[in-house]
């Protein structure tokens, strides 16, 4: 059952200008190896012929500190890793996120396999939370309320594909996202 969906952007300096994925051509663009982006970023360039420099961080924090320090002018990956690699930065409000999302991933609770029963306990449990606005709440207090002890807040809005999640319960693929 998908429980968050989230959707992959660009982090740059607020200073920069940069709004959209077109104004990047030519320039260098950090994202994380291994991940899902480095797929997409190969399909943006093969797709639409929008070209930039590539750096890989080998984790998260390396990725942003390439943004961080001006050797990068963009960091993509899903924007929940970079709000959170923002709201822990020195200077929050010097970061932003934009441009139109290159995909739309939906994350699940992991499982164990072939075991009908308690899939459809969690998955029970799960759409109560829904219905109930219980999930919206917690979503509320970890994305948009200030997280102790530093409180920091990650402030990303609830898409509107999540809404769509929360509103038809499902276990839909990766794929079925990348139509809507």
């Given at each position: 059952?998908?429980?968050?969906?989230?959707?992959?952007?660009?982090?740059?300096?607020?200073?920069?200008?940069?709004?959209?994925?077109?104004?990047?051509?030519?320039?260098?663009?950090?994202?994380?190896?291994?991940?899902?982006?480095?797929?997409?970023?190969?399909?943006?360039?093969?797709?639409?012929?929008?070209?930039?420099?590539?750096?890989?961080?080998?984790?998260?924090?390396?990725?942003?500190l390439l943004l961080?320090?001006?050797?990068?002018?963009?960091?993509?990956?899903?924007?929940?890793?970079?709000?959170?690699?923002?709201?822990?930065?020195?200077?929050?409000?010097?970061?932003?996120?934009?441009?139109?999302?290159?995909?739309?991933?939906?994350?699940?609770?992991?499982?164990?396999?072939?075991?009908?029963?308690?899939?459809?306990?969690?998955?029970?449990?799960?759409?109560?939370?829904?219905?109930?606005?219980?999930?919206?709440?917690?979503?509320?207090?970890?994305?948009?309320?200030?997280?102790?002890?530093?409180?920091?807040?990650?402030?990303?809005?609830?898409?509107?594909?999540?809404?769509?999640a929360f509103a038809?319960?499902?276990?839909?693929?990766?794929?079925?996202?990348?139509?809507?």
């Amino acid at each position: 059952m998908t429980t968050y969906v989230t959707e992959a952007r660009f982090a740059v300096k607020t200073a920069s200008g940069i709004t959209s994925v077109d104004q990047l051509v030519g320039k260098t663009v950090a994202t994380t190896t291994g991940t899902t982006l480095v797929q997409r970023l190969r399909k943006l360039e093969q797709d639409r012929g929008v070209t930039f420099n590539l750096l890989y961080g080998k984790d998260h924090a390396e990725s942003f500190l390439l943004l961080e320090s001006g050797r990068a002018d963009a960091f993509a990956m899903d924007e929940n890793t970079l709000a959170g690699n923002i709201s822990n930065s020195k200077s929050p409000q010097e970061f932003k996120i934009v441009g139109k999302p290159l995909g739309i991933e939906p994350i699940a609770i992991m499982i164990r396999k072939d075991d009908a029963r308690f899939k459809a306990a969690v998955d029970d449990a799960i759409k109560r939370m829904m219905s109930s606005g219980e999930l919206e709440q917690i979503y509320t207090k970890w994305f948009l309320r200030p997280i102790p002890p530093r409180n920091a807040v990650i402030n990303i809005s609830m898409s509107d594909s999540l809404r769509a999640a929360f509103a038809k319960p499902g276990d839909d693929p990766a794929e079925a996202y990348e139509n809507k």
